[in-house]
């Protein structure tokens, strides 16, 4: 069966924005006087994962320590990110995506924030051609369950989430949904997972099916 829809993830898939999330942490931990500095590797290691779910792997305890928290990383995130207009986006992305949504619906999936996934739309200016979209800080639903919802509303019989986190293979797997992993993001994939270097490898993947 063709592919109907394709489903992008955001973070380490279509673009890198952790160097100024860091930066957004940072700040958050200096304002609460918590001497501790994340790294933009750190924030890599764990893109993909729901906001407070970071948090707490990355800063275990400091959660119930700092009530305020998650509220003081986002304010400050927020303002690191816009200051700098977003993430860089991977080579070929905007003119790739662009390229599919002629032949196939476009989704987005997040684990982000919703002002995030309001950020990345505006930057990209990929809004337009896009079917839909959903992130954890919309809905508050897993990643499998945003992808069972977009299936079932639209009625897709063959889509595909390409994604760059053995998480995003287990969302894809639980949605019944077949997955593509791009191996430049943050993650490795947990199976035999079809694997792509780079996203100019992945439209000519997906221009073949």
């Known amino acids: ?13 279509l673009w890198n924005a952790c160097s100024a999330s860091a930066k957004g942490w940072n700040a958050g931990l200096a304002s609460l006087g918590i001497d501790i500095q994340i790294t933009t590797e750190q924030i890599e ?16 305890g400091l959660l119930a320590q700092y009530p305020t928290l998650l509220d003081t990383f986002n304010n400050y ?10 993430g860089t986006f991977y080579d070929g992305v905007i003119e790739g995506v662009n390229s599919l949504a002629g032949s196939h619906k476009i989704f987005l999936v ?7 996934m309001k950020l990345f739309l505006q930057s990209s200016g990929l809004d337009s051609v896009l079917t839909g979209f959903d992130c954890h ?3 508050g639903k897993p990643k499998s369950e945003m992808l ?3 299936k079932n509303d639209y009625c897709l019989k063959a889509p595909i989430y390409v994604g760059d986190t053995a998480g995003d293979e ?3 797997s639980l949605a019944g949904i077949d997955f593509i992993h791009v191996s430049y993001g943050f993650g490795s ?7 792509l270097r780079s996203f100019a490898a992945l439209l000519d993947y997906l221009n073949q099916l």
């Open 1 to 13: 069966m063709n592919t109907d829809a394709i489903i992008f993830d955001i973070d380490g898939t």
């Open 45 to 60: 290691s764990v893109a993909g994962n729901p906001y407070e779910k970071c948090v707490e792997i990355l800063l275990p």
């Open 77 to 86: 995130e927020f303002e690191a990110v816009v200051r700098s207009a977003g």
């Open 110 to 116: 997040s684990n982000c924030q919703d002002w995030y």
């Open 137 to 139: 800080g919309m809905s």
């Open 148 to 150: 069972s919802r977009i």
């Open 170 to 172: 287990t969302a894809a």
């Open 189 to 195: 994939p947990s199976s035999n997972a079809v694997s």
